[in-house]
């Protein structure tokens, strides 16, 4: 099971994108768990994920990230702005998994 953790500051536009990109990864027979989680608990979360996420609105924090998630081998990467305010399942989706399998 592939596990995605999209982090952002309040969570609850990043909810709904998670449940359209669950949406995805059903229709396609991938097995997924994907969650939201506050960019404050990365550290807490990062263990347990194959790849992490950050909403545009957090993208500063990319370097932050970056220093938690590369030790342990997650790849970390910023929503496309464009994708993320479209609430583009599809496209996040792909580029979670176009981040695990570089």
Known sequence: MMKIGLFCAAGMSTSMLVEKMKAVAA???IDAEIAAYPESEM???VDHLDVALLGPQVKYLLSK???ICE???VPIDVI???DYGMMNGTKVLDHALKLVNK
């Open 27 to 29: 229709e396609r027979g």
């Open 43 to 45: 550290e807490t979360y």
């Open 65 to 67: 990230g970056k220093q």
């Open 71 to 73: 030790p342990k081998g």
């Open 80 to 82: 496309n702005t464009v």
